[in-house]
């Protein structure tokens, strides 16, 4: 294990539960230390606690990334915390899902919010702080869906991208400030909510909602949700789902000084499944 992060701080949002704490165990693995964010209070300090006790420096903050006031709440807490603040992975989400038009406008606007607005939001009180100190960077957890659209996912698949394009133009701007802001796109990653999907784990769905709908999904069987996981597992080329640790290592590579000369870009975490157009095989070999 290497020490890529001794005397930084990391701020990660959505860190009490699967990419953002894996994301967090892996910065203070490498002696950062972390300020575990998350609404959900008793999962932040689960993570907080479970650092710790690897010997890492960790604390916990009850927040909503989505309000401005606690968005600038917590930037302060890191500084006031550890006295400086040099990476930022703005990575909480919420989800409204389901077809256009029975989309609520209250679950449009969360979606929007929790995954755009909150990104715009900590990045605005985050960027003087690094300004001041000379750098620093940022890591937007963006999605594939930021770049292609998903049946029932409007609006997480319109905040995605513009999480994607909101990094681009941080990133043309603080460059100047050895700011360097990048965002990753993850494909299917199995983390606990996904897991919970296909009825494999317990997890917090708090911040995942289904909109009403006229006409409501048939409950699938077992083995119909055995099946769909199979075909959604095989729309990956390498044939699986991506691991949260998966996603961290390339968080961590971003956020570190081993890319000097990476800032602006949208990084695929995805298993190929971007770079399949979806044909069918023509030769019979798989
Ligand atoms: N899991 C996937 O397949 C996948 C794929 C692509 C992108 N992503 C993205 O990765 C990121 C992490 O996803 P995950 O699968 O680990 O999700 P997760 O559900 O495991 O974790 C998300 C966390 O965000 C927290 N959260 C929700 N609303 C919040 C708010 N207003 N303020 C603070 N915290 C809030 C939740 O409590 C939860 O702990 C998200 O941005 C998601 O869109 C996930």
Avoid at 120 to 130: D, E, N
């Amino acid at each position: 294990m290497s020490n890529r992060f001794v005397g930084k701080v990391a701020l990660v949002t959505g860190g009490g539960s699967g990419i953002g704490e894996a994301t967090l165990r892996a910065f203070a693995a490498e002696g950062a230390k972390v300020v575990v964010v998350d609404i959900h209070e008793e999962n932040a300090q689960r993570v907080a606690r479970a650092i710790q006790e690897q010997g890492g420096h960790a604390v916990a903050l009850r927040a909503d990334v989505a309000d401005p006031r606690d968005a600038e709440a917590m930037i302060r807490y890191a500084v006031d915390t550890f006295g400086r603040l040099d990476i930022l992975h703005n990575n909480a989400t919420a989800i409204e899902i389901g077809r256009v038009a029975d989309l609520t406008i209250e679950g449009w606007n969360r979606t929007i919010a929790v995954n755009l607005t909150a990104t715009f939001l900590a990045t605005k009180f985050a960027l003087p702080v690094m300004m001041q100190q000379g750098g620093g960077a940022i890591v937007n957890t963006a999605s594939v869906s930021g770049l292609s659209g998903d049946y029932g996912l409007s609006a997480y698949n319109a905040a995605k991208a513009g999480v994607i394009n909101f990094t681009r133009t941080v990133a043309i701007e603080y460059a100047r400030y050895n700011i360097r802001v990048n965002c990753v796109c993850p494909a299917v990653i199995a983390t606990p909510p996904l897991l919970a999907m296909f009825g494999e784990r317990e997890a917090n769905l708090a911040h995942i909602t289904v909109a009403p709908s006229s006409t409501p999904p048939r409950q699938l069987t077992a083995a119909e949700r055995q099946q769909q996981k199979q075909r959604l597992q095989n729309a990956h080329p390498v044939g699986r789902f991506g691991k949260p640790e998966e996603v961290a290592r390339v968080v961590l590579f971003l956020a570190s000084d081993e890319a000097p000369f990476v800032t602006g870009a949208a990084y695929l975490v995805d298993g190929g499944l971007t770079a399949h157009t979806g044909m069918p095989p023509l030769t019979g070999e798989w």
